[in-house]
């Protein structure tokens, strides 16, 4: 009898994936749920309004629209999505999906039902994870979804701010689960869905189109041209199916001027901690010492460090910059990635190549919004989960990118919140890796070598050496960043104030996005040299 009967931990341990990670899903539930009275930005009414004109306009207005400020600038999937969900609203409050009567709208039944399809849509993360970790083992499976699952950027993004990036970004991981499995057709498919649903995820698309032409499609004339054939025809389907009503109503110009308003300027409104952050501070020193050397530098009629969003990019000193240049910059610096896809193709790659593609994007892109470091860290989370040298840089690009995005909560009701956020991760994440890490076979394995040295060298310092390497250990360059973040976040949040009052209010948010600037690029060089490294 005693023999049949299962302990607590051997019980909990047979669980299956599909189980444990509902309960995750279920707690995040639970604190999504606690989140709904907090904070919500202009995001909130950009899409209580999508939810009003697809409902109250016919199809062919719905790129044309000016009632709202906030004019639809997505592509035709998520338009069609808001439809979907303008149904139900106007059977909870047929108010939310009013055109005028609906403006700035914000009654418990506008805030409770858009928050609660924030929660359902991220069901498609939800799927994603469980496809990329089922074949993992336990323990790495439970690691990701508290990376995942509990995400306080997701957190902070999509259930306080308000968007829908959980929902994206799963159709994304479902794409990547695909490749990974060598099933390139879907995969290519499901890309192609994601790209008519929000198409700054297209900053991937040359690393999918040269891994899939390489791997699915290369291999003899006849039959490598039946798959492009096929791929690309599948692919056009997908664009057909959501761009098709538009191109037959001769408006395909207005859906492309509203998807891509090049006139917003190189940077949004609060600095995106990326390269052209370094660009426009080298911009005000070099102007601030020639005008003090006698020059007559003029100042920009337009001000980075007052927020605002201009038709141009106001440089004192250096070369204007242009979306062509940001797309150039994209693409060399993405060539590293494209060369190891097509010499190599390897499907365990796949994931690594496109995070790098979206690091890429995020540093050196156009007009881009601090919440876009989502689509690179996310993904990044399966990866961290491989070595403790992946882990190690996750650990710090998590933390980093997290803290970037905490002037989005500047009310002072929310600062308990995304503080709490990243304490919990940065605990959560810390005992992941050193569990994950501390007792596996890699560990064993690597013991078992320095033991073997030891025994032909003589050498038993080695020993120490390379089990101390085998574990989850962060360096002293890492921590000291690490710790600087705390410093930044005393003097922006208490010192300055403190000291100068309501005087040079930019300065703790050019702090902010200059330290982070710095961890993100120390990322890019991180992942870079890893790809290039790898055989």
Not at 384 to 393: F, G, I, L, S, V
Not at 403 to 417: G, H
Request: glycine share 6%.
């Amino acid at each position: 009898m005693g023999n049949e009967r299962l302990s607590f931990k051997e019980v909990r341990n047979n669980s299956s994936p599909k189980t444990t990670l509902w309960w995750f899903f279920l707690i995040a539930t639970c604190v999504k749920v606690l989140l709904f009275p907090s904070y919500r930005s202009t995001d909130f009414e950009v899409h209580r309004n999508w939810l009003a004109l697809t409902h109250s306009l016919p199809l062919s207005q719905w790129y044309f629209d000016e009632t709202s400020l906030w004019t639809l600038d997505y592509p035709p999937f998520f338009a069609y999505f808001e439809r979907f969900l303008s149904i139900f609203a106007h059977l909870v409050d047929p108010q939310i999906v009013h055109l005028q009567e609906g403006l700035n709208y914000s009654s418990n039944k506008v805030v409770y039902f858009q928050r609660f399809t924030v929660i359902l849509s991220d069901l498609s993360l939800l799927y994603g994870v469980y496809r990329l970790t089922r074949k993992l083992d336990s323990r790495k499976q439970k690691l990701i979804y508290s990376l995942v699952v509990w995400s306080p950027m997701l957190l902070i993004v999509d259930h306080v701010h308000f968007q829908y990036n959980g929902f994206l970004i799963g159709i994304l991981l479902i794409s990547l689960s695909y490749l990974e499995e060598g099933r390139d057709l879907l995969g290519g498919f499901v890309f192609a869905v994601l790209l008519c649903f929000k198409h700054l995820f297209a900053v991937a698309a040359p690393v999918y189109f040269i891994y899939l032409l390489r791997h699915y499609c290369w291999g003899g004339i006849i039959r490598g041209f039946s798959r492009l054939l096929i791929m690309g025809s599948l692919v056009a389907a997908v664009f057909a199916s959501a761009f098709g009503p538009f191109f037959h109503l001769g408006q395909i110009q207005q859906v492309i001027q509203r998807l891509f308003p090049f006139g917003r300027g190189l940077c949004h409104a609060y600095w995106a901690p990326n390269f052209w952050v370094f660009y426009i501070m080298s911009d005000k020193g070099l102007a601030f010492i020639l005008r003090k050397l006698g020059f007559n530098i003029q100042t920009p009629a337009a001000s980075f460090t007052a927020g605002l969003v201009g038709d141009s990019s106001p440089f004192s000193v250096l070369p204007r910059v242009t979306p062509s240049v940001t797309f150039i910059m994209v693409l060399l610096a993405l060539f590293p990635c494209l060369f190891k896809a097509w010499k190599n193709p390897r499907p365990q790659m796949i994931t690594r190549w496109i995070s790098y593609a979206y690091t890429c994007g995020f540093l050196f892109g156009w007009h881009v919004h601090e919440k876009a470091s989502l689509h690179f860290v996310i993904p990044l989370a399966f990866v961290a989960a491989q070595t403790p040298e992946d882990a190690k840089h996750y650990f710090l690009l998590s933390i980093v990118s997290c803290y970037s995005l905490f002037p989005l909560l500047f009310e002072a009701q929310e600062y308990p919140i995304k503080v709490l956020l990243l304490l919990l991760h940065f605990i959560l994440s810390w005992s992941g890796f050193s569990v994950q890490f501390s007792d596996r076979a890699e560990t064993r394995a690597a013991i078992a070598q320095a033991k073997k040295k030891v025994d032909q060298f003589g050498s038993e310092g080695s020993l120490s050496v390379e089990v101390k390497k085998s574990g989850f250990v962060i360096g002293l360059i890492e921590r000291s960043y690490l710790a600087g973040l705390v410093v930044v976040e005393i003097w922006g949040q208490f010192l300055h104030p403190l000291i100068f009052g309501d005087k040079l209010a930019f300065v703790p948010l050019m702090l902010i996005s200059v330290y982070c600037a710095l961890g993100i690029t120390y990322s890019w060089i991180w992942q870079l040299r890893s790809i290039v490294k790898s055989h």
